[in-house]
């Protein structure tokens, strides 16, 4: 099963995976840093909020009509205050819900955000805007019991609710916040930025919540950033499980390694490679023909001469490597860019007048049915040959053996490194020199060659 399953306390309540006493065993595990921090982090918008009000009001008026002229059915927040543990009945509780988020709302407001990367505060900091909210350590257990009753109510009423899930959503970040607890906001840090291409990446839009969370102009992002993956493991620690094995042939250095996961590990394991030194070359091209620099960072990789080089370089490889020859692009735009470039120039056909072509496709079904391609053209006796575009981190680049004459020769042309500029690439960097006294750059490096060197670099 995926590893957030395992790793994601939401995941492993909805789907009731049950670790104690069980032998976890994670493959591939030189992605699981960045798994343990994914799942041990959370974001809320604006427009989530919103939806969420909305939700407690169908709530309130599912209530009202089933239970007409109970007490507390008055409609105003006032009755409670906000203070969930004076809830006397369901529909109180629903008014202390509604009161939070509506605070939760003008708390997120009144953050002010000078720069356009957003602004970033501590960990605790998601402590002090909950309790501005009346929400804390005495009462969050209330509050998620009454959010779980009104997500029942909704999904079994027939009427239909948000289909963003807002109320599961603002469910989950309490959750994440007080199960970590207040020695685990060193951590964390609150990230709050505004989104003003929110429109365009939110495909569905509820159909009976009001204009404001219909089409909000842009929205605002609270944040809740885990840059620890030792704080998702030390989770598996406390669920009680036997015992936990990482298995990958790139997890060295092991050191770095169970230091970013902050847990010993009392039996380590690390053979040398199956490949002799003797069978297999690596080197680094700088040029490619007519003397032009490969270089394929954000500044240069879709200048056409830096194109034309390349296509010129591979087409040379080609030329050269018998059998299966594999190229891996940093990225889809670029591996799309560079297919686009040398079918307008010509160079695809050159290409494939040597060996059959094949990329990458993002479909499952499609996958299958190009690998499958790929490797009959190796087998097929009139050719005996095929050349496949990849992209790092892709389905091809994890997972699969290309033995033999299925992969004789692999070409890189390009790490996929983090957007240096992303507040959360930037954070992780932060945090990295606060921790180890050390280069983030380093660390960024270590991340992606670590997750692409089962590949020789041609």
């Known amino acids: 099963m995926p590893y957030n399953y395992i790793l994601d306390v939401k995941s492993r309540r909805a789907h009731g995976i049950e670790l104690r006493n069980n032998v976890v065993i994670f493959d591939e595990a030189h992605n699981i840093e960045k798994m ?10 604006s427009y989530d909020i919103a939806c969420c009000i909305e939700d407690v009001n169908k709530c309130i008026e599912i209530h009202r009509k089933l239970n007409d002229g109970l007490p507390g059915d008055g409609g105003d927040v006032s009755v409670v205050g906000g203070d969930i543990t004076r809830v006397d009945n369901d529909l109180e509780g629903m008014f202390c819900v509604k009161a939070i988020l509506l605070a939760l709302e003008k708390q997120l ?13 501590p960990g605790g900091f ?6 501005e909210c009346q929400l804390k350590c005495d009462n969050y257990l209330l509050v998620l019991e009454e959010c779980d009753k009104m997500l029942l109510q909704l999904t079994t009423d027939g009427s239909g609710f948000n289909r963003s899930f807002s109320l599961q959503k603002f469910s989950d970040m309490i959750r994440t916040v007080f199960s970590a607890g207040y020695e685990s906001v060193s951590c ?25 969370t219909k089409q909000p102009d842009t929205v605002r992002v609270l944040s809740y950033w885990c840059f620890s993956p030792g704080h998702a493991m030390e989770d598996l620690r406390r669920q009680g499980v036997h015992c936990v094995i990482l298995t990958s042939g790139t997890l060295s250095p092991l050191s770095t390694f169970s230091s970013e996961l902050k847990i010993p590990f009392p039996v380590s394991i690390e053979s040398s490679h199956v490949i002799e030194r003797h ?12 003397n032009i620099t490969l270089n394929s960072s954000y500044q240069t990789r879709f200048n056409r001469d830096y194109l034309q080089s390349l296509g ?7 030329q050269t490597v018998p059998q299966g020859l594999l190229v891996f ?43 499958d391609g790929y490797y009959e053209k190796i087998r097929d006796p009139e050719h005996n040959a095929a050349v496949f575009f990849a992209v790092c981190r892709g389905k091809v680049a994890e997972g699969l053996d290309f033995a033999d004459m299925n992969g004789r020769a692999v070409v890189i042309t390009g790490l996929p490194f ?11 960097m932060e945090y990295l020199d606060e921790q180890i006294k050390g280069s983030g750059k380093k660390h960024e490096k270590k991340e992606e060659v670590g997750a692409n060197s089962q590949f020789p670099l041609v």
């Open 109 to 121: 407001d009144s953050i002010t955000i000078q720069a356009a990367q957003g602004v970033t505060k």
């Open 418 to 428: 983090p957007p240096r500029m992303e507040p959360k690439v930037q954070l992780k």
């Open 279 to 290: 069978q297999m070359m690596c080197g680094v091209l700088t040029c490619g023909p007519g």
């Open 126 to 131: 998601i402590h002090e805007v909950f309790a």
């Open 312 to 318: 010129n370089a591979v087409f040379g490889f080609s």
């Open 36 to 45: 343990c921090e994914d799942s041990a982090s959370v974001d809320l918008t």
């Open 188 to 212: 964390y840090k609150v990230h709050v930025s505004v989104q003003s291409d929110f429109l365009r990446r939110k495909q569905r839009v509820d159909t009976w919540t009001s204009k404001r």
């Open 329 to 371: 692009f940093s990225s889809y735009p670029l591996m799309n860019k560079c297919v686009e470039t040398w079918q307008e120039n010509g160079m695809w056909e050159r290409l494939r007048g040597i060996k059959p072509v094949f990329v990458e496709p993002k479909g499952k079904n499609d996958f299958n049915q190009t690998i």
